[in-house]
């Protein structure tokens, strides 16, 4: 199982930005996928998840902290995981971090390495 994270960036309050992950080694349809990010000092935060199918009420799920600003999203035929981030705020500063579960655990799910996001003014 492989999952990497590419799009972080230093942004200005107000920008956007769209992460992306790639992942390889499993069958991607059939898993729920997230989003977790961990600011500095601080423990980690489901920010967002999406189910493997359709028929699921509680997909997505997106943490209040961040409803109305970011959209995740995923391509099945391209093993993608995309999270679309809008009106980031300095308070989104964090490492994002990918992950194979619905609201996951590091100790139990595959994560990856994580890509940085840092706000600026």
């Known amino acids: 199982v492989q999952l990497v994270e590419s799009g972080g960036d230093m942004v200005q309050p107000g920008g956007s930005l769209r992460l992306s992950c790639a992942a390889s080694?499993?069958?991607?349809?059939?898993?729920?996928m997230s989003w977790v990010r961990q600011a500095p000092g601080k423990g980690p935060e489901w920010v967002s998840g999406?189910?493997?199918?359709?028929?699921?009420?509680?997909?997505?799920y997106y943490a209040d902290s961040v409803k109305g600003r970011f959209t995740i999203s995923r391509d099945n035929a391209k093993n993608m995981l995309y999270l679309q981030m809008n009106n980031l705020k300095p308070e989104d500063t964090a490492l994002y971090y990918c992950?194979?579960?619905?609201?996951?655990?590091?100790?139990?799910?595959?994560w990856g390495q994580g890509t940085q996001v840092t706000g600026s003014s």
């Open positions: 080694g499993f069958i991607f349809s059939i898993y729920d």
């Open positions: 992950a194979r579960a619905w609201n996951p655990r590091r100790e139990r799910d595959y």
């Open positions: 999406i189910r493997a199918g359709s028929a699921h009420s509680d997909s997505p």
